[in-house]
């Protein structure tokens, strides 16, 4: 038997050695070679094929499309202010915006028309109502330019635009979904090609094993490639579905969070100029507009930390502030908001014995602002909005805890024993209400009823998607109770850190009284008549203002408007006449940057002492003051620049002369 088999493994091992056997296997060689390539090259082409099919068509379309919406978005917002504003200027304004806008929507439209193969009759349809819709824009001008009534311009609003409006919208998403739908596809072609591929080179696998090799390696960066550019293409499409969705995010924040301290601002200041020969009165205006500014400042640094708005992160601060006051702050800033709406506005109780705690005032601000905010604006006038804060105690206490897994343990602050307590803060109004259907969404981002009544409401709806976010974070819990045509009663539920002894309480007082009047104490106590100082500042108001603040404490003032001109006031002056600089960073001709920069180096070459220069900007970023100090600037104050904090820059820079 293994003679057998001897005989038998020769024979096959001649076999194999024969020519004619290498010579077959080098055309079955050859062959499949030739083969594998083929079927790889039609294989690639067409992935190639359809690739650039995806781009060029549902891609392009899906992006042009999703523009498109937005515009028509905005057009509808547009048009919908000719129903409360037809003065010769808004409907300019409205005349020119739309103007911008008809010139996108027809690039987009254009598009949608040259690629949408799905279903170009929609296409069609869609640029012709568009045509039509532009005719009905002019004529809407015309209308709110006319001594038509405003009911006129509202009927024609409802009767003609909106309808139209909503109709393109419609055939939009039509085109929208037909995109999507060629894009999976495509997609799914794509795939199967690419699964073709795959199997071809396993057939082949056994027969080439040299030839596998290379072209595996052509395959996998191929497919590399593809993947690579499937999740570009991927990438591509969910940015620009975001991209009206962060825009209206941003809008939203600026439109429902600014304007709230912007209308006190505004009434305040009205309210004062009407009582203007009553000292008191005046005054007291103005100390509650200052609350309300710094609140704006606030909310318009945090808006505009766009990498906060991205990432969804907001630190919160843990310091001592007072309830009494924070109450007192909201209703300066929601009292003339109601009063403009003839509304009865009240704060019905503040059960709450010590309103010292530790938290982020400003974010409690904002969430009980956005509140009070909404229940104005959702109620009619003559209508009433109430506030009421009140502390859970006793058993109660425990309860919320228990339910909401809560920690009541102390903790500890600054070597100090701290309490939780719980704050319950209870917004109310008899306004139009909600339906229950709507309430189950109410906190999710954009989401906003549909209430006839209500057609003139502003915002997306990301007030209260707001209000549940920062309510979590601060570890709180908001609740709704609502019915339609009844009004609403939001509960807003927050836990604070407390003092538990008196010597706590004492130190908490004292940092807050301190941080309140630690700049103005340094204003009462010096003089700061000895000093000179040189200002940068090209704006005009800006530095009129600014000039006015700082000769307010006594100092004086010489006003540079750009960099060239700080260079030659400070190379021309002798040694020590100016003891400081504000140094406006973004100056034309040269900017506050490249001057202090060349200011450091002369002053160094010339061995002269050099007056100490602050960056003042009104960028509050930390990368604008590494920018600063890297320049060679000593201090950075950021705009607007109060005299107390002038006062605190003397003192820190400056020798100051103590008054005895």
């Known amino acids: 038997m293994k003679k057998v088999s001897s005989r038998k ?115 069609k349809d869609l640029v012709s109502n568009y045509e039509e819709f532009s005719e009905l824009q002019d004529r809407l001008i015309t209308l709110s330019l006319s001594d038509a009534d405003d009911e006129a311009v509202a009927a024609f609003l409802a009767s003609e635009i909106d309808p139209r409006i909503d109709r393109m919208l419609e055939d939009n998403q039509a085109i929208i979904s037909a995109a999507a739908r060629s894009f999976d596809q495509l997609y799914k072609a794509v795939g199967k090609t690419r699964q073709d591929t795959m199997f071809t080179a396993s057939v082949l696998m056994t027969a080439v094993m040299v030839a596998l090799v290379l072209f595996l390696v052509v395959i996998k960066r191929k497919n590399r490639q593809e993947r690579e550019l499937q999740e570009s293409l991927r990438c591509a499409m969910e940015k620009a579905q975001d991209a009206s969705e962060v825009k209206s995010r941003f809008l939203s924040n600026v439109s429902h969070d600014i304007r709230t301290p912007l209308t006190a601002i505004m009434g305040l200041v009205d309210i004062a100029v009407e009582h203007i020969d009553e000292r008191d009165r005046v005054k007291e205006c103005f100390d509650k507009v200052q609350l309300s500014s710094h609140h704006l400042l606030n909310l318009v640094n945090d808006v505009l930390d ?30 003339p908001q109601a009063d403009s709406k003839h509304l009865t506005f009240s704060v019905l109780r503040v059960d709450v014995e010590d309103g010292l705690v530790l938290g982020d005032e400003m974010h409690v601000n904002q969430v009980l602002i956005n509140l009070l905010g909404n229940a104005v604006k959702y109620t009619e006038p003559s209508g009433t909005v ?143 008549q000895h000093v000179h100082v040189l200002l940068a500042e090209d704006n005009e108001i800006i530095g009129e203002i600014a000039e006015e603040i700082i000769a307010s404490t006594g100092a004086t003032v010489e006003r540079a408007w750009n960099g060239l001109d700080v260079l030659d006031l400070l190379e021309g002056a002798p040694e020590g006449r100016f003891d400081l600089v504000f140094m406006d960073i973004q100056m034309p001709g040269m900017d506050g940057l490249e001057a202090a920069r060349l200011v450091v180096e002369r002053y160094r070459e010339a061995g002269r002492a050099q007056p100490p220069i602050i960056a003042t900007t009104a960028n509050a970023y930390e990368e604008d003051r590494r920018r600063a100090l890297d320049a060679g600037m000593d201090g950075f104050a950021v705009k607007p620049i109060g005299k107390s904090e002038v006062c605190h820059l003397f003192a820190t820079f400056v020798d100051a002369k103590i008054d005895e």
């Open 9 to 123: 493994h020769d024979r096959f091992g001649r076999v194999l050695d024969s020519d004619p056997v290498y010579l077959i296997a080098a055309l079955a060689l050859m062959a499949l070679l030739v083969s594998f390539y083929a079927v790889l090259l039609v294989n690639m082409n067409a992935i190639d094929t359809k690739t650039e099919d995806l781009k060029e068509h549902p891609y392009a379309v899906t992006v042009a499309a999703g523009r498109a919406e937005t515009l028509l978005m905005q057009v509808r917002t547009l048009d919908n202010r000719l129903a409360f504003a037809r003065t010769p200027e808004t409907v300019a304004s409205v005349k020119t915006e739309f103007a911008s806008i008809d010139e996108n929507l027809r690039t987009a439209f254009r598009v949608v028309e040259q690629r949408h193969h799905g279903n170009p009759e929609k296409a």
């Open 386 to 528: 109430s506030l009421a804060v009140e502390e859970l105690r006793g058993d109660e206490r425990v309860e919320y805890a228990a339910q909401h897994g809560l920690s009541l343990e102390p903790t500890s602050h600054d070597g100090f024993d701290m309490c939780i307590r719980l704050i319950r803060f209870i917004v109310e109004d008899d306004g139009i209400g909600m339906s229950k259907e709507f309430m189950s969404r109410l906190f999710d981002p954009f989401e906003r009823e549909e209430v006839p009544t209500r057609l003139s409401v502003e915002g997306t709806g990301l007030g209260l998607s707001i209000v549940k976010n920062l309510a979590d974070l601060m570890g709180g819990t908001v609740q709704v109770q609502s019915e339609r045509g009844r009004g609403s009663r939001f509960t807003l539920v927050l836990p604070f850190e407390a003092c538990e002894g008196d010597a706590c309480k004492l130190q908490l007082e004292e940092s807050i009284e301190a941080e309140r009047s630690d700049a103005a104490v340094s204003a009462v106590s010096c003089s700061w």
């Open 306 to 335: 766009m990498s906060k708005i991205e990432s969804g992160q907001i630190n919160l601060c843990c310091k001592p502030f007072d309830l009494h006051v924070v109450v007192e702050t909201l209703g300066s800033i929601v009292r």
